[in-house]
């Protein structure tokens, strides 16, 4: 298996612009999670799926943040409009069910807002 | 909301010494991991805590869960510039399924 797979590795856009991250997960799991990691604030959970359902979107920071998981092999997070302050790095991690199972992670998309 | 607090943010170490680092909260976790990132990639899987008292051993690297289950450390025995990396502790809740990240330890060894 290839690995929780996620696009662009890196993103440069200028504030205002619409950014749209993407995510594969890994073939199985049941469960995706978007994360962003800062120096300020470390690894924040931003929102997870279960079997393609949003379950938990309170770490979602606001209406500008949207994503969606369209089908078990796929998922977005969209950012509109942008602002510098959205810059870090954004993470998708998969998993499968049950207790205490470890968490894929993807290799990150770095987003640079100007 | 569960909080997990790491220490020492930053360690700089030379080759050969021991080091502990340690993960607090005063929230009870069903299960604690930790994971390892290095720069350009996503954290990666080191051990999985689920018993209070619980001590587990990957070769250089010893975890021990606290017997309350609201804490954990990671003692490094003569660390390796390989060991270089951000750690990260994560307590999974009694609802499941959601990690609680703590904040990282920045480890340096160098040669």
């Known amino acids: 298996d290839a690995g929780v797979i996620q696009s662009p590795r890196h993103e440069v856009t200028e504030m205002g612009q619409e950014v749209t991250l993407r995510c594969k997960p890994i073939s199985g799991h049941d469960y995706l999670f978007w994360y962003r990691q800062t120096m300020m604030r470390g690894l924040e959970l931003l929102i997870y799926f279960n079997n393609n359902v949003p379950i938990d979107d309170s770490g979602m920071p606001e209406d500008r943040f949207s994503a969606k998981m369209p089908n078990a092999s796929f998922s977005t997070l969209k950012i509109q409009p942008s602002e510098p302050r959205d810059s870090a790095v954004y993470f998708c991690?998969?998993?499968?069910?049950?207790?205490?199972?470890?968490?894929?992670f993807g290799p990150g998309t770095r987003l640079t807002v100007l | 909301t569960q909080l997990l607090e790491q220490s020492p943010q930053f360690l700089s170490i030379q080759e050969g010494e021991n080091l502990t680092v340690y993960c607090n909260s005063s929230?009870?976790?069903?299960?604690l991991q930790w994971y390892r990132q290095e720069p350009g990639e996503g954290p990666v899987l080191l051990v999985t805590v689920v018993t209070g008292g619980e001590v587990k051993k990957l070769k250089r690297l010893t975890f021990q869960f606290g017997d309350a289950r609201k804490d954990s450390s990671l003692h490094i025995t003569a660390a390796q510039p390989g060991d270089t990396g951000l750690y990260l502790c994560a307590g999974e809740g009694n609802a499941g399924n959601m990690l609680t990240f703590g904040g990282g330890t920045r480890l340096m060894v160098k040669p």
């Open positions: 991690a998969s998993r499968y069910g049950g207790n205490y199972n470890e968490q894929f």
């Open positions: 929230s009870v976790f069903s299960s």
